[in-house]
């Protein structure tokens, strides 16, 4: 690994200020499980990581009823994946996380790094998304909240300044009769990088679906909501047919590329598979 | 510049002097005398590193040295309860046939412990479930899953025979 | 025979070091002063190297040595072991002033800590000039196509065609009622051992030179090391400990064995040179991806009349093991399915692409993957079961083997019948046709036979020296290399046997070429059949110089007296017994017995059976396979050591399972570069995509050759599963496939054909 100096800051300020030292020579530490794998295979060569995880007051849990989840920065993949009250109430998030590399490696990553490592095939994006989750980040000239949905700006890229750190992530209260699903497609069944994952919130009334929420990763440079596959099923009811249609929507609203993980055709085809296997399982879980 | 980073390693207190870039997986192996955790790809696809660190399975090649201050970290040197005494995961590897070439076991002896520390008593399902991050490219994971199986049925009996 | 030790699954002698953490493996030895070495990797394919220039590197503050090829022996060399024999190439220098392939070591330094080394390749300054390269065998075998080494037979060819006749492929054919022919590609897996390519090397004051190395073939090492840098044979001694796996690719040398010797005596200190993971796909060796095309005639009742076939290998930039690998590969379609009529021919070609090598199985899994998959075919065409077509050709006793000799007893016979009772076979593929939903389920069985040992293409030898201590207690001193397979375990078992001693009291020395006998090395399947042999003539030569000093002591006829559990006994006699620490220990006046045996065997060949019995399920909406059983019948003549035995046979089923399925080492055809150097993206099953696996061993062909007439098994399952597998995915869906791996692509492209009624292009069938 390349030679880097190490800090560990005790307050968001003193971290902040670090990280603003030399105009982006210098990376958060936290789970470590995306930077040093990048700093072993010389993608990123920082001068510096500043190690956020002797900061006070971001490694909380908590959900209630009224203002729903909300996590620090420093809770692990792990944490989110055993948590009781996820597994309930956000079931999509809950498996999301259960398929990121291994234990080993859930009990370092935290869900705030998958954000801001803006992976196009981060699994925990789409279903956060599709709950309607927020950020709050932390800078130099105060803090801010902002929609999860509204920080990607490209592949590996968020709004963030290097000075800046997400502390908080929060996501609303599901409404009652809501099921929310992330189906991951991989070769195999651990150990994977997303070739498609599909997440979908859905809240039925009846047999209607009052709101739907669908979401793409791995096929853009960004996750995405495929809006036009929701248009065809918001406040419709839920039926063969019309959840075909939307599936091709979401087909079309794609925009995945080739690699060698799998073909921008085979993508495609799988966002609308996985896509009605979603939308049919989270009505199941909305009932 | 190294850090001088005290920690518990298999029990023992120990500092451990180190440079910021080098990662717990290096130091244990070249700094601490321990050995028995293995680099299998130095990125945590494989899980050859896994060591228990304050009570969680982690790979160790993706942990910093200077990160572990204060820190409780047991490693496979740490495992047996007595000089010659091994723990029953060691036992029934050997028995079952758990071990071929040996460099993944450690990692696996590792993570299967920290199941049954977790779950002692899991299915087969939830025991390929936990080691879905260890690789192991000899034994094909039956035996390793017959290992783990005896080792939570002898743990156990043992529990029962404690409680009586 | 009743026996007490073989047979049985004794403690490992080699695992308790291994749970406990305690074993040693080349990289966890650490040297006083020692260095790290690191290479530096050409970033293009096929280049001449116009400059390099090291100068920076050097001036790096704790650098303490760097090579080129200006500063290292030019001596070509054969990389692979088995010297002068047929199986490897004389094709490489230690660094060349051309590179072949992008991910070829051009250069290397030692510092004194491992991110120095690092920052200093960067440093080091290299001016290629690029040259037209050639990314498959097509284009390497095209006219005016760039000639990529300047040794061999030239037309980028590795070795001269091997062509192999029996009979007369002509008249066969003629003969036929109805010909299959196809052509069929295969992929490139590698072995992917846990352990990544290590060693540490250390000259002593006087010119010897110790090399710790994790390798299959210690005495290889130690000759080719010894005959390019110049030095006597008894100034090179190589150390094997443990090893994480080598699957038969540790059998060649990787290049940094000899920079890591050079930097050493450059540098007058102890170097240690660990591939990264990502190395080990760039400098390490894959399987040989290539073409089968194979046609064969059959009469309507299965008979099959000829059999012809043109193999051609990708051997990637070196020649490494592609002479071994063509013409074993080639010659085993000689059998397998009985045809008196043979016309094969193997090719193996260069491109610039990374190297491919010995791997577990040597092109048998590439050629029997098209034999057995053109079987299953044939068997549809002709309205017979696949199982019993198979059964009715089946190699047995007397026919003539690829080695030229007879086969010895029916083992394929017995394991493709049990595994048909085992699961109800016939009723099994009477079910599978009545499916709905996107889900289908599909059984398919696949058989393979492997020789133990590479006779004749090499005329092998095993050696082993037995000696007695004054306490009755046993050691084996044998050259054979340890990968982890228990082979060391099942050779004290041996001995233990043969000599009436308790397991306990053998133990092993091995892998110190200054101390222990000559040996080839471990791969071919042979070290349980020939090491094990010449154990156990050691051992039995051992015993009779026991039996002769215990006759005296119990005043009997050495014929007359027998050894159990450490005892020695008048036959029949009881009360009449001393204890072998008794007969050989000193007595008054009489010093202790230095009892010593020596054995060598030049084995000649026996052959293992299998048959594999697959189900797999295919999700028809993404495409996706997955095995969801294994029942593996092997029939290995006598089984040593039953856990260990079943251990090779699981482990090889799951590397043929990411063979057919995920596992494929890929190279951008452009220019070169390897995609997917990393465990992210070389996909092997992991414990949640393997299935349970019932392994059924059977003992019906002992080899008249081997210990207690045991065989070999450490490559006939990943031989046996692939077509297994394809044959399975064919009863799920009624698709073929031709080729491995297979990928979910593959599949949906494939059903929508099918559905279109249009046939790809190759599904030709003539008739």
């Keep these: 690994m390349r030679r880097f100096e190490y800090f560990e800051p005790k307050t968001l300020d003193d971290a902040v200020a670090l990280l603003g030292v030399d105009g982006g020579k210098a990376n958060v530490l936290a789970g470590g499980t995306d930077v040093l794998v990048e700093i072993k295979e010389d993608v990123r060569r920082p001068d510096y990581l500043v190690n956020i995880k002797k900061i006070s007051g971001m490694d909380h849990l908590e959900y209630d009823a009224k203002t729903g989840l909300r996590f620090g920065a420093l809770v692990t993949t792990r944490e989110i994946e055993i948590s009781a009250a996820v597994r309930e109430k956000y079931a999509g998030l809950c498996q999301s996380v259960s398929e990121i590399g291994s234990i080993q490696i859930r009990n370092r990553a935290t869900v705030a790094g998958n954000i801001c490592r803006a992976s196009p095939s981060a699994d925990t994006l789409p279903p956060l998304i599709a709950d309607g989750a927020s950020v709050n980040i932390y800078g130099p000239e105060g803090e801010r909240v902002v929609l999860l949905e509204e920080i990607f700006t490209g592949p590996g890229r968020t709004i963030l300044q290097p000075n800046e750190i997400i502390t908080e992530v929060r996501v609303p209260p599901p409404a009652p009769h809501t099921g929310s699903v992330y189906i991951k497609h991989g070769r195999r069944k651990a150990m994977e990088l997303a070739t498609v994952g599909v997440a979908v919130s859905l809240t039925l009334d009846g047999k209607v679906c009052r709101e739907i929420r669908i979401v793409l990763g791995a096929v853009a440079p960004t996750p995405i909501r495929a809006n036009q596959a929701e248009a065809v099923l918001r406040n419709k009811p839920l039926e063969q047919g019309l959840v075909e249609m939307a599936a091709q929507a979401a087909v079309n609203e794609s925009r995945p590329i080739s690699n060698v993980r799998g073909s921008a055709q085979y993508r495609r085809e799988m966002v609308g598979v996985l896509t009605k296997r979603a939308v049919a399982r989270a009505a199941e879980l909305a009932q | 510049?190294?850090?001088?980073?005290?920690?518990?390693?298999?029990?023992?207190?120990?500092?451990?002097?180190?440079?910021?870039?080098?990662?717990?997986?290096?130091?244990?192996?070249?700094?601490?005398?321990?050995?028995?955790?293995?680099?299998?790809?130095?990125?945590?696809?494989?899980?050859?590193?896994?060591?228990?660190?304050?009570?969680?399975?982690?790979?160790?090649?993706?942990?910093?040295?200077?990160?572990?201050?204060?820190?409780?970290?047991?490693?496979?040197?740490?495992?047996?309860?007595?000089?010659?005494?091994?723990?029953?995961?060691?036992?029934?590897?050997?028995?079952?046939?758990?071990?071929q070439c040996g460099f993944c076991t450690p990692g696996v002896i590792m993570m299967a412990k920290a199941l049954l520390d977790e779950n002692p008593n899991p299915t087969e399902d939830e025991i390929r479930f936990a080691i879905a991050g260890n690789i192991c490219r000899c034994t094909g994971y039956s035996k390793i899953i017959d290992a783990i199986r005896a080792t939570a049925s002898d743990l156990a009996d043992r529990a029962e025979e404690t409680a009586r | 025979m009743n026996m007490s030790v073989v047979g049985t699954s004794v403690k490992r002698t080699d695992t308790l070091g291994k749970v406990t953490g305690q074993a040693m493996y080349a990289g966890d030895l650490i040297l006083p002063g020692m260095l790290h070495g690191k290479i530096k990797r050409s970033t293009v394919a096929h280049a001449k190297i116009k400059r390099i220039d090291a100068g920076k590197a050097l001036a790096l503050p704790g650098v303490k040595a760097v090579l080129?090829?200006?500063?290292?022996?030019?001596?070509?060399?054969?990389?692979?072991?088995?010297?002068?024999?047929?199986?490897?190439?004389?094709?490489?220098?230690?660094?060349?002033?051309?590179?072949?392939?992008?991910?070829?070591?051009?250069?290397?330094?030692?510092?004194?800590?491992?991110?120095?080394?690092?920052?200093?390749?960067?440093?080091?300054?290299?001016?290629?000039?690029?040259?037209?390269?050639?990314?498959?065998?097509?284009?390497?075998?095209?006219?005016?196509?760039?000639?990529?080494?300047?040794?061999?037979?030239?037309?980028?060819?590795?070795?001269?065609?091997?062509?192999?006749?029996?009979?007369?492929?002509?008249?066969?054919?003629?003969?036929?009622?109805?010909?299959?022919?196809?052509?069929?590609?295969?992929?490139?897996?590698?072995?992917?051992?846990?352990?990544?390519?290590?060693?540490?090397?250390?000259?002593?004051?006087?010119?010897?030179?110790?090399?710790?190395?994790?390798?299959?073939?210690?005495?290889?090492?130690?000759?080719?090391?010894?005959?390019?840098?110049?030095?006597?044979?008894?100034?090179?001694?190589?150390?094997?400990?443990?090893?994480?796996?080598?699957?038969?690719?540790?059998?060649?040398?990787?290049?940094?064995?000899?920079?890591?010797?050079?930097?050493?005596?450059?540098?007058?200190?102890?170097?240690?040179?660990?591939?990264?993971?990502?190395?080990?796909?760039?400098?390490?060796?894959?399987?040989?991806?290539?073409?089968?095309?194979?046609?064969?005639?059959?009469?309507?009742?299965?008979?099959?009349?000829?059999?012809?076939?043109?193999?051609?290998?990708?051997?990637?930039?070196?020649?490494?093991?592609?002479?071994?690998?063509?013409?074993?590969?080639?010659?085993?379609?000689?059998?397998?399915?009985?045809?008196?009529?043979?016309?094969?021919?193997?090719?193996?070609?260069?491109?610039?692409?990374?190297?491919?090598?010995?791997?577990?199985?040597?092109?048998?899994?590439?050629?029997?993957?098209?034999?057995?998959?053109?079987?299953?075919?044939?068997?549809?065409?002709?309205?017979?079961?696949?199982?019993?077509?198979?059964?009715?050709?089946?190699?047995?006793?007397?026919?003539?083997?690829?080695?030229?000799?007879?086969?010895?007893?029916?083992?394929?016979?017995?394991?493709?019948?049990?595994?048909?009772?085992?699961?109800?076979?016939?009723?099994?593929?009477?079910?599978?046709?009545?499916?709905?939903?996107?889900?289908?389920?599909?059984?398919?069985?696949?058989?393979?036979?492997?020789?133990?040992?590479?006779?004749?293409?090499?005329?092998?030898?095993?050696?082993?020296?037995?000696?007695?201590?004054?306490?009755?207690?046993?050691?084996?001193?044998?050259?054979?290399?340890?990968?982890?397979?228990?082979?060391?375990?099942?050779?004290?078992?041996?001995?233990?046997?043969?000599?009436?001693?308790?397991?306990?009291?053998?133990?092993?020395?091995?892998?110190?070429?200054?101390?222990?006998?000559?040996?080839?090395?471990?791969?071919?399947?042979?070290?349980?059949?020939?090491?094990?042999?010449?154990?156990?003539?050691?051992?039995?030569?051992?015993?009779?110089?026991?039996?002769?000093?215990?006759?005296?002591?119990?005043?009997?006829?050495?014929?007359?007296?027998?050894?159990?559990?450490?005892?020695?006994?008048?036959?029949?006699?009881?009360?009449?017994?001393?204890?072998?620490?008794?007969?050989?220990?000193?007595?008054?006046?009489?010093?202790?017995?230095?009892?010593?045996?020596?054995?060598?065997?030049?084995?000649?060949?026996?052959?293992?059976?299998?048959?594999?019995?697959?189900?797999?399920?295919?999700?028809?909406?993404?495409?996706?396979?997955?095995?969801?059983?294994?029942?593996?019948?092997?029939?290995?003549?006598?089984?040593?050591?039953?856990?260990?035995?079943?251990?090779?046979?699981?482990?090889?089923?799951?590397?043929?399972?990411?063979?057919?399925?995920?596992?494929?080492y890929l190279v951008d055809l452009s220019n070169g570069r390897s995609l997917n150097p990393s465990f992210v993206d070389y996909k092997m099953p992991l414990s949640m995509d393997m299935p349970p696996i019932k392994t059924i061993i059977l003992e019906t062909a002992p080899s008249a050759g081997g210990p207690f007439g045991a065989k070999g098994v450490g490559e006939d399952s990943i031989i046996a599963i692939g077509p297994a597998i394809a044959n399975a995915v064919h009863d799920a869906i009624g698709v073929r496939f031709r080729h491995y791996p297979i990928t979910p692509e593959q599949v949906l492209q494939a059903l929508r054909e099918k559905n279109d009624g249009s046939s790809s292009a190759d599904r030709r069938q003539a008739s």
């Design chain 3, 68 to 664: 080129t090829y200006e500063n290292v022996p030019r001596v070509l060399h054969y990389g692979s072991p088995h010297p002068r024999s047929a199986s490897v190439t004389k094709d490489q220098y230690i660094l060349d002033n051309k590179v072949r392939y992008w991910g070829e070591g051009v250069a290397a330094v030692a510092a004194t800590m491992e991110e120095i080394a690092e920052e200093a390749l960067d440093l080091i300054d290299v001016e290629y000039e690029e040259l037209p390269a050639a990314f498959t065998v097509e284009e390497a075998l095209r006219p005016g196509a760039p000639l990529i080494h300047e040794t061999g037979p030239g037309a980028n060819l590795v070795l001269d065609p091997v062509v192999v006749i029996r009979g007369d492929v002509a008249r066969g054919f003629a003969e036929a009622d109805c010909i299959s022919e196809g052509e069929y590609e295969m992929g490139r897996p590698t072995p992917a051992y846990m352990e990544p390519n290590v060693c540490v090397c250390r000259w002593d004051g006087d010119g010897k030179l110790t090399v710790w190395l994790s390798t299959q073939t210690a005495f290889m090492v130690r000759g080719i090391l010894a005959e390019v840098l110049g030095l006597p044979l008894r100034s090179v001694r190589v150390l094997v400990d443990h090893m994480g796996g080598g699957f038969g690719a540790k059998q060649d040398l990787f290049q940094h064995e000899f920079l890591c010797a050079l930097l050493a005596q450059q540098s007058k200190r102890p170097v240690r040179m660990e591939f990264s993971r990502k190395e080990t796909f760039l400098g390490g060796r894959s399987r040989h991806p290539g073409k089968v095309w194979l046609k064969q005639g059959f009469k309507k009742d299965g008979t099959i009349t000829a059999r012809q076939a043109r193999i051609t290998l990708n051997s990637g930039a070196y020649g490494s093991h592609g002479p071994g690998v063509t013409s074993v590969g080639t010659a085993a379609l000689t059998s397998l399915y009985r045809c008196d009529n043979v016309h094969l021919e193997g090719r193996c070609v260069y491109t610039n692409t990374p190297i491919a090598g010995a791997f577990r199985g040597y092109g048998v899994v590439q050629t029997y993957y098209a034999l057995d998959v053109q079987m299953d075919e044939a068997a549809e065409r002709l309205g017979m079961d696949p199982a019993d077509l198979k059964l009715k050709n089946a190699v047995r006793e007397g026919d003539i083997a690829p080695s030229g000799h007879p086969v010895e007893g029916h083992g394929l016979e017995d394991c493709i019948r049990r595994g048909t009772e085992e699961t109800r076979w016939h009723e099994l593929r009477r079910q599978a046709r009545d499916q709905a939903g996107p889900v289908r389920r599909g059984w398919g069985m696949g058989c393979e036979m492997h020789g133990s040992s590479a006779y004749p293409g090499i005329k092998e030898q095993g050696n082993a020296i037995v000696k007695m201590n004054e306490d009755g207690t046993v050691t084996l001193l044998t050259g054979a290399g340890g990968l982890g397979t228990g082979a060391h375990t099942a050779l004290a078992q041996i001995v233990a046997e043969e000599l009436g001693v308790r397991f306990e009291d053998v133990s092993v020395v091995h892998g110190d070429t200054d101390v222990v006998p000559w040996d080839i090395g471990a791969f071919a399947s042979h070290t349980t059949f020939m090491v094990g042999r010449a154990a156990q003539m050691a051992a039995a030569e051992v015993k009779k110089q026991l039996l002769d000093r215990a006759a005296d002591r119990l005043e009997a006829a050495a014929g007359d007296l027998e050894i159990r559990d450490g005892v020695i006994s008048v036959r029949g006699v009881s009360g009449y017994k001393i204890t072998v620490h008794e007969a050989v220990g000193p007595q008054k006046g009489i010093p202790a017995a230095h009892l010593v045996g020596s054995g060598t065997y030049h084995p000649t060949k026996s052959y293992s059976f299998a048959a594999h019995f697959v189900q797999v399920k295919v999700d028809t909406e993404t495409g996706q396979i997955e095995v969801e059983n294994v029942i593996p019948i092997h029939e290995i003549g006598k089984v040593i050591h039953p856990i260990a035995a079943a251990g090779q046979i699981e482990g090889g089923i799951q590397q043929g399972i990411g063979h057919m399925l995920t596992e494929d």
């Design chain 2, 1 to 99: 510049m190294k850090h001088l980073i005290p920690l518990m390693l298999n029990g023992e207190a120990r500092e451990l002097a180190v440079e910021p870039y080098r990662s717990l997986l290096d130091t244990l192996r070249n700094e601490a005398g321990l050995s028995g955790t293995k680099k299998g790809c130095d990125v945590g696809d494989c899980g050859a590193c896994t060591v228990i660190l304050d009570g969680k399975p982690v790979n160790s090649c993706l942990v910093l040295a200077a990160e572990v201050r204060n820190c409780e970290i047991v490693t496979i040197e740490g495992l047996q309860p007595a000089p010659d005494r091994l723990h029953p995961l060691q036992e029934n590897f050997m028995k079952y046939g758990g071990a």
